[in-house]
């Protein structure tokens, strides 16, 4: 991302979780609240009737409703497991690592009075993020079970900030960690989990998506992997980091982590988007990953 100003992807990702929220028949993902998250030239476009009625057309769904499946499902799945693992292991510690423009603060906080709630983000993100929880707030106040981490991860470990806020590190906690790992080389994010491991106790849980290296897609999958890959680079956050699943799995569990579940698109779409009418489903191109540490 650009200093100075918040992330464009997670403006787009909150643009897609809005227009599959106001637009699909059953949404995989129900989030009211992103449209007011995303910046004011995709408001405009996605109140635009003739712009709602292409990007939701049959062709559009069929090509770039994958990048609509992957932000949608990768919200779905992680707060199912998130829910999950408040009322079955009571976990009450939530750290957004990159939380971006997610607006589980809107949705849910008040829901789970007694989960904490950590977001860490970089500072230029986090500042307008919380300008737009703000504003659609208006008087009232934010919850008081959040709390707004910032960090330059270029520059500080999430442990060491972390450890300036009111997170418990002898207490379990649940880590996601969407969207962004990505963006960095591979050394960052095993780095970044490494750290999580060293402050997060026995029974904490993560769920991450990663990306798989065009070069091991095929067909249609490989072409939009690939031209995703230019679009981000007009973006000026450029796609960088890429795993083997093998290559993962063995890296993770030499940490300390155990791989309770790794889902490809094939198995997000059979869960989440089976047979749907409108076409939408999750992009081969990425897997979401359930860690929990021993």
Do not use: C
């Amino acid at each position: 991302m650009k200093a100075g100003r918040v992330s464009r992807t997670a403006e787009a990702a909150a643009a897609l979780r809005a227009n599959h929220y106001l637009n699909a028949n059953n949404p995989v993902f129900s989030d009211p609240y992103a449209i007011e998250m995303t910046n004011a030239r995709w408001r405009f476009l996605l109140k635009n009737g003739l712009f709602r009625k292409t990007l939701n057309s049959t062709f559009m769904n069929q090509t770039f409703g994958k990048l609509t499946g992957q932000v949608v499902g990768r919200s779905r799945y992680t707060e199912d497991l998130l829910i999950q693992a408040i009322e079955q292991h009571n976990i009450q510690q939530y750290v957004l690592v990159g939380a971006g423009l997610d607006s589980f603060v809107l949705r849910l906080a008040k829901q789970f009075p007694n989960l904490k709630i950590f977001e860490v983000d970089h500072p230029d993100t986090q500042k307008t993020k919380i300008q737009q929880l703000k504003s659609v707030l208006k008087s009232k106040q934010l919850p008081t079970n959040v709390e707004f981490v910032s960090i330059d991860f270029e520059k500080e470990k999430l442990a060491d900030a972390l450890l300036r806020s009111q997170y418990q590190p002898n207490e379990k906690a649940f880590f996601s960690w969407l969207g962004t790992t990505h963006y960095l080389t591979p050394e960052t994010t095993l780095g970044t989990l490494q750290n999580i491991a060293s402050i997060a106790p026995s029974g904490s849980e993560l769920v991450m998506d990663y990306s798989i290296d065009y070069k091991e897609l095929q067909g249609i999958e490989r072409y939009g992997a690939f031209a995703l890959t230019h679009f981000t680079r007009f973006l000026k956050e450029p796609l960088i980091g890429a795993f083997t699943t093998q290559d993962l799995h063995q890296a993770v569990e030499k940490m300390g982590y155990v791989v309770a579940e790794d889902l490809s698109g094939v198995d997000i779409t059979e869960r989440y988007f089976h047979d749907r009418a409108d076409h939408i489903h999750h992009t081969h191109g990425s897997h979401l990953i359930h860690l929990k540490i021993t």
